[in-house]
């Protein structure tokens, strides 16, 4: 972290500006007027964050570094409105705006710079599968919230999360090392290692490098209850990776950006711990679980992407062209506990029989190409537009492997008992428009619209022991669907000054349907195929500042209404997606920044969010009627953030950093067998550092208190005994040193 030059505090307040000036989050300067100013791309084109009609939160670069924060678990608690449903590193749901029912096609849409990651369908798992990429020389996390179908198009219901990444610097050599060590209560010691090294090869050509190492240390316990294994400190994970950029600046108008981005996360077993069924704590004075069979599961990313542009003048033409894959293996217990028995009496020979445990191999893979083409306007004060046209191909592929074999072994027992694989396709094409026009110096109108046409088609194999999970062998007849939806946006906005604008935004969002892969044999009424859901979200705001910014405030009110809510559920005995009706959310968020005096920076954030079902589910499939509370979704998220810092003398600055998060209670998942509501907690973590010209030292505490916040699960399970349910949990007391160097 380069010190020589000292970066201002932020201007608005819809950036979580957690410290004190060197401390910022994401800025590109200052105004005609002096005052520092935020640039995002949240449109895809550059403006400020106070131009923007609409709810955007920013974190920069070096926040997440002084927050030791580097996976969504870390950070996404800090943005107003975002929840996050996670148990194992690399397998989580984001959720905005509490638009979520716990179905298998993600809410949220996840971008990084100009490739969109993950799968547009239900059929690849992509509702649970978010790319939780490290933010190791990143530039900012861009948060939109509310439907961005008109830019963004699918999967986009309650918002984007984007990851915008560092350029190549063609003026400067310069590099950067990290490395760091923390301790997790009751568990293990995690290392990390990171560095970056940009390098100008002439004034036109510069290569960005940057690579990463984190081993998170285990903290729990299966303690050999009911059966279970006896291990200490099984939820250990480690991720690795890097990004390779180049940036070509071949003309004064034409430029090329390559780049290339590989990650790896590997975990042991999940976070998710026992708790009793009725009150919901954690059963043991410690974090245990229990494990009947060994669990491993490993997530690949790797992203490909060339953006070009061209500036024509009047016009800039751009070019994104992507290739991504994620690809996910796990290794886990399939029902050993409530099955092992049943399955070894009938194809083990009796006494003695041997021990037998049930395990599940899964590989979930998806390939993703996009191309997008815009053309946007230039240098016209009264009317800025864009239009562009987009393509996507995705292929999906998730087969399940069930064995019996030998505690601690992988070579079956007993003849496979299932082998199924489901392969799915789906193309995209979309055309998209988009103005901004300034009737006043004043008053503006931003619309725009989008037309989307996906096809879809799957199949599913299976095959295995007939009459135990699975029926004879069998490929099931491909199934297609096929549908056009149209999404749009209005959003107006006046400036009563310089420093405080209002902004109304009217907006429409999908999510794409899709087909269902059942067997011929289905009995009638088994969908085949299930629709796009959409919301339409009205929402009013307001962004301010005072002068010199020492106070800023962003808030917003909205109300979304949900239609033809996609719901999983069994129907006739078969596994489907459906459409289930509506619902509605109604919520504000605000974000307020004081900076009193020189040095000092206090920062909160607040959300409530109040979302329910309009209409009632089938009981006996869904388990969810009209009125009750959308799954992991709190009615009240609240944060607060200080952080002083002061001159040392000969260039050194030191820091104080401290924030509080707090979550009231949350109802868990649809299901015929009821739902639970998890208690409300909070988090308090701490930070310290001295930073010298080029170099820096920081220790931090994250989750101070030790508190145990339950973020998944909940439902009744046949793996685990009765009386006992299992729920994901935020990580424990964890406390660590960093230390940076910069030349």
Request: glycine residues 12%; without cysteine; proline residues 5%.
């Amino acid at each position: 972290m380069h010190h020589a030059t000292k970066i201002k505090l932020l201007t608005s307040a819809a950036v979580l500006a957690f410290t004190a000036p060197n401390f910022a989050m994401a800025q590109d300067g200052a105004d005609e007027d002096g005052r520092d100013t935020i640039v995002v791309t949240a449109q895809k084109r550059e403006q400020t964050l106070q131009e923007v009609p609409q709810s955007i939160s920013v974190v920069g670069g070096d926040s997440l570094e002084r927050l030791n924060a580097t996976s969504f678990q870390d950070y996404l608690a800090l943005v107003p409105g975002l929840q996050l449903v996670q148990d194992t590193p690399g397998v989580g749901r984001l959720i905005l705006r509490g638009v979520n029912t716990s179905g298998v096609a993600s809410t949220v849409a996840v971008y990084v710079d100009e490739t969109p990651f993950g799968s547009s369908t239900g059929l690849v798992n992509a509702g649970i599968l978010a790319g939780d990429f490290d933010t190791f020389d990143v530039s900012r996390v861009e948060v939109l919230r509310g439907p961005q179908g008109t830019i963004y198009g699918a999967n986009a219901l309650g918002g984007v999360l984007k990851f915008v990444t560092n350029e190549p610097d063609t003026d400067e050599f310069s590099g950067r090392v990290r490395a760091g060590i923390e301790a997790v209560d009751g568990g293990e010691v995690g290392y990390s290692g990171a560095g970056v090294l940009n390098v100008p090869l002439g004034d036109k050509l510069a290569i960005r490098g940057s690579g990463f190492y984190r081993q998170s240390g285990g903290y729990l316990d299966s303690t050999g209850a009911d059966g279970s294994d006896v291990a200490e400190d099984i939820n250990g994970a480690e991720s690795y990776g890097g990004r390779i950029s180049a940036l070509l600046n071949a003309t004064d108008n034409f430029s090329i950006r390559l780049t290339v981005v590989g990650q790896n996360l590997d975990t042991e077993e999940g976070s998710n711990i026992n708790i009793d069924a009725v009150t919901l704590d954690p059963i043991g004075p410690d974090l245990t679980r229990s494990r009947y069979a060994d669990a491993t599961n490993k997530v690949e990313y790797r992203l490909y992407n060339g953006t070009a542009e061209w500036d024509l003048g009047a016009v800039t033409l751009t070019s994104a062209t992507s290739y991504n894959t994620f690809d996910q293996t796990i290794h886990d217990d399939f029902m050993t506990f409530s099955l092992a028995g049943l399955v070894s009496s009938i194809l083990l020979p009796p006494p003695p029989v041997t021990p037998l445990e049930l395990v599940l191999d899964q590989e979930t893979d998806q390939t993703k190409f996009t191309q997008e083409i815009r053309l946007a306007s230039n240098g016209n004060d009264q009317l800025e537009w864009l239009v562009g046209g987009y393509f996507t191909k995705e292929t999906g592929i998730i087969s399940q492997l069930v064995n019996g074999v030998a505690p601690g072994m992988t070579m079956p027992l007993v003849p496979v008992l299932a082998d199924v694989a489901i392969e799915s396709d789906y193309k995209e094409y979309a055309g998209f428009a988009n103005a901004t026009l300034h009737i006043t110096d004043r008053f503006d109108v931003t619309a725009g619209g989008r037309y989307s046409h996906n096809k879809q088609s799957a199949f599913q194999a299976t095959d295995g022991l007939p009459g135990l999970f699975v029926g004879p062998p069998e490929v099931f007849p491909a199934i297609d669907s096929s549908e056009g939806v149209f999404t749009w946006s209005v959003a107006p906005r006046y400036e009563i000054n310089d420093l405080t604008a209002f902004y109304a935004r009217v907006a429409k969002g999908f999510r794409p349907g899709g087909p269902n892969v059942l067997s011929p044999t289905a009995p009638a009424g088994t969908p085949l195929t299930f629709n796009s859901d959409t919301v339409l979200s009205y929402e009013f705001g307001v962004k301010s500042e005072t002068e010199n910014n020492v106070f800023g405030i962003d808030a917003s009110f909205y109300i979304i209404d949900w239609k033809d809510v996609q719901l999983f559920a069994v129907v006739n005995g078969f596994g489907v997606n459906t459409n289930g009706g509506g619902a509605k959310v109604i919520g504000g968020e605000v974000t307020a920044s004081l900076r009193p005096i020189e040095g000092l920076s206090l920062l909160f954030n607040g959300a409530y969010a109040d979302a329910e079902l309009t209409t009632d589910t089938d009981p006996i499939v869904v388990g969810a009627l009209s009125g009750e509370t959308l799954p992991f979704t709190p009615k009240y998220t609240a944060s607060v953030s200080g952080d002083y810092e002061f001159p040392l003398g000969n260039a050194t600055i030191g820091y104080v950093g401290a924030t509080g998060r707090y979550q009231s209670s949350q109802t868990t998942g649809f299901s015929p067998a009821g739902r639970n509501e998890f208690p409300s907690y909070g988090v308090l973590d701490l930070r310290a550092g001295v930073e010298f010209e080029r170099f820096a030292i920081e220790v931090f505490a994250r989750n101070l208190t030790n508190s145990t916040g339950l973020t998944s699960g909940g439902t009744p399970s046949t793996n685990l005994p009765g009386g006992i349910l299992s729920a994901g949990v935020i990580r424990p007391r964890t406390v660590g040193v960093t230390l940076t160097a910069a030349f």
